[in-house]
């Protein structure tokens, strides 16, 4: 990956929606390469550099991060929160991508700072539509804070 491309960090431990996923964002020919990681440790040694992705450029940031909050080891909203806290980070687009529809999960990703909140709808042409306009909206509209 050189430092022109623009890609996607998925946060996402169940292999079911990380296929689901990956072929939604190819069916509505979302290009962009996409990086997925399998829990919440992983994901904050990705974002931080360090550990397994210590060689990672600390400087190419993700064009989205979809981060699910069911996840071992470190849930997503220990991620989110760990984002948030750091300045190198903190502007990181995520959006929040899971199944749970808790109010508590809601207002927690909303308070700790997630740009947007999307249920996983089981339909799949739904669940395509909903990444179609996620595409579009922080793929191509969005104005990212890091060039």
């Known amino acids: 990956m050189n430092t022109s ?3 996607i960090l998925l946060i996402e431990d169940n292999p079911d929606d ?3 996923t990956l072929r939604a964002l190819k069916k509505n020919n979302i290009s962009n390469a996409v990086h ?3 829990d919440g440790v992983e ?7 360090r550990n397994a992705y210590a060689d990672r450029d600390p400087g190419h940031h993700p064009q989205l991060v979809l981060l699910d909050l069911k996840l071992p080891r470190l849930d997503g909203l220990e991620v989110l929160k ?5 300045e190198k980070t903190r502007c990181q687009p995520v959006v929040i991508l899971t199944t749970s529809n808790e109010d508590k999960d809601i ?13 996983k709808p089981v339909d799949f042409d739904q669940f395509m539509e909903a990444v179609r306009q996620l595409g579009l909206y ?6 990212q804070p890091y060039k």
């Not at 994901?43 to 550099?49: R, T, V």
């Not at 760990?82 to 750091?86: D, L, S």
């Not at 207002?107 to 249920?119: Q, T």
């Open 5 to 7: 491309d623009k890609y």
């Open 18 to 20: 990380e296929a689901l």
């Open 36 to 38: 997925v990681v399998r």
């Open 43 to 49: 994901a904050l040694d990705f974002l931080f550099c």
């Open 82 to 86: 760990a984002v948030r806290e750091n």
């Open 107 to 119: 207002i927690g990703s909303y308070e700790l700072g997630a740009n947007s909140y999307i249920r």
């Open 138 to 143: 922080w793929l191509v509209l969005n104005e």
